[in-house]
């Protein structure tokens, strides 16, 4: 990627780097990207996860979280 092309598109199909997926390094590469001022695009795979509702141990103690679980 040549400094003259990179963070100067306007183009919002234009990214760049593109992470595939937000996995265990992902998300981490594509904040670590964007710091730099990187255009980065995450594309992901999953079905859409909704805060709260989607975590059903969320509001339970640590304790009752753990045995829920296992």
């Known amino acids: 990627m040549s400094d003259s092309a990179s ?6 199909t234009t990214f760049d780097a593109i992470v595939v997926g937000s996995g265990i390094a992902g998300g981490w ?3 670590e ?9 995450v ?3 999953g ?3 909704e805060h709260i509702k989607d975590y059903p141990t969320a ?3 640590p ?8």
């Open 47 to 49: 079905r859409n996860v």
């Open 33 to 41: 990207l964007c710091d730099k001022g990187l255009k980065t695009l």
């Open 29 to 31: 590469a594509a904040k």
């Open 7 to 12: 963070k100067t598109s306007t183009d919002p």
């Open 59 to 61: 509001n339970l103690a």
């Open 43 to 45: 594309p992901e795979r």
């Open 63 to 70: 304790m009752a979280a753990r045995t829920a679980v296992g």
